[in-house]
């Protein structure tokens, strides 16, 4: 864990390889957020790398929400999704219940291109397999959007594990 002074007095290098994790496989958020730094707050480092993230062009939109992991997969899983998928119990799934979520899954890129992604941190796996099941309903237009916010959660639970002294709001 971090403390913002910790933070502040990182190496541009060392804030992109340390910080940039929060963003799965995406490091570039922390480098494009990089000018902000100092920062004066959580907060502050936090929105700003969500409004870099929202800035950016949909190739690299799209190559953040791609970097994600299918929810229920049992392959390829950084550190922090494992722990986030074992919390909402992705990791203990019948065979049944892990044919169903790839079957979901798959319907889920086939038609928006990226993986279905949410913040499962509080979540079980039942209210999961509803939100995928009800989002996939969605329009390209309004899922790039809750995926992207989707997105800016995890950021934010991950930002408070590996920042000491901040309370989660």
């Known amino acids: 864990m971090y403390t913002m002074l910790d933070i502040n007095r ?29 920062f ?5 480092m936090y929105n700003g790398m969500i409004e870099e993230m929202y800035n950016a062009n949909t190739s690299l939109k799209l190559s953040l ?39 979901l899954n798959r319907m889920y890129v086939e038609k928006f291109g990226f993986p279905f992604i949410l913040a499962v941190k509080g979540k079980g796996k039942e209210e999961i397999k509803l939100q995928m099941r009800t989002r996939i309903t969605n329009s390209y237009e309004k899922e790039l959007e809750t995926a992207l916010s989707e997105v800016s959660k995890i950021a934010r639970f991950r930002l408070f594990d590996l920042v000491k002294g901040v309370i989660p709001s």
């Open 65 to 103: 929400l791609r970097a994600h992991p299918d929810l229920g997969t049992k392959f390829d899983l950084s550190a922090s999704s494992k722990e986030e998928q074992k919390s909402a119990g992705l990791n203990e799934l019948t065979e049944e219940e892990f044919k169903e979520f790839t079957k």
């Open 40 to 44: 004066e707050s959580f907060e502050e």
């Open 10 to 38: 990182m190496e541009r290098h060392e804030f992109i390889n340390k910080i940039g994790l929060v963003f799965e496989h995406s490091p570039w958020v922390a480098e494009v957020s990089w000018y902000l730094h100092p």
